[in-house]
């Protein structure tokens, strides 16, 4: 069977990345193979993560590339280079313009930290968000996988899990209890979800 090309984008210590790296090693995600990882950063762990698992990786920072339309105008080269199949946003801490995003309709996606529409959108990333969770005295948070759209987390959802805050949270628990209970099985089920999807609609085309 063909396996839909999954590009993972990403921008610091990668767990995302690495849960995907062991659910296809497991067998879990079937219908895809991590072909490349995208860094927008040199120093993102996540860069080693691939490396150990000897996926092809490439840094492309927005000042390298001359701003944001170089930055994308490279990445899409890249991708349609290697003709990805799914871009998997995997703690991507970057913004992709409407232009980008009306390129790959349905084939990307992202995983948020946190139950959409709470707690989503434009300054909500990484921490910020469990402070937010916090700060508003939530009893539950969790994660979601949604595809992305030109609207910041507004696209629509994949899947969703719940996750209780218990009383005593930090932020770096409650990050680190979402990204266990949720976030790591989450984006696999979803990444295979999307592939599978996108490989039956390419066997219809053919
Ligand atoms: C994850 O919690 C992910 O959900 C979040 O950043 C973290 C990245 O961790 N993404 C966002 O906030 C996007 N808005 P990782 O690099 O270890 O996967």
Redesign the pocket.
């Known amino acids: 069977m063909t396996k839909a090309k999954i590009a993972v984008l990403?921008?610091?210590?990668?767990?995302?990345?690495q849960a995907l790296i062991d659910a296809e090693r497991a067998g879990k995600i079937k219908s895809g193979e991590i072909k490349l990882v995208v860094s927008n950063s040199a120093s993102a762990y996540?860069l080693e993560r691939a490396k150990k698992a000897g996926i092809e990786s490439l840094t492309l920072t927005r000042r390298d590339c001359g701003g944001q339309e170089g930055f994308e105008k490279r990445l899409m080269d890249a991708l349609d280079e290697r003709e990805i199949d799914l871009i998997i946003l995997?703690?991507f801490?970057s913004i992709l313009s409407e232009s980008f995003t009306a390129h790959y309709p349905k084939r990307i996606i992202?995983?948020?930290?946190a139950l959409i529409p709470a707690f989503c959108g434009k300054g909500?990333?990484?921490l910020k968000?469990h402070e937010a969770a916090l700060r508003c005295g939530v009893k539950v948070t969790g994660?979601t996988v949604h595809y992305v759209n030109e609207i910041p987390?507004g696209g629509e959802i994949i899947l969703q899990k719940a996750v209780n805050i218990r009383p005593g949270d930090t932020p770096e628990l409650l990050?680190r209890r979402?990204?266990e209970q949720a976030?790591w099985k989450l984006l696999p089920r979803a990444a295979e979800l999307v592939c599978r999807r996108l490989m039956r609609e390419k066997g219809k085309r053919i």
């Open positions: 990403v921008s610091g210590g990668g767990t995302n990345l996540a995997a703690g801490m992202n995983i948020h930290p909500y990333y990484g968000v994660a987390d990050r979402v990204m976030e």
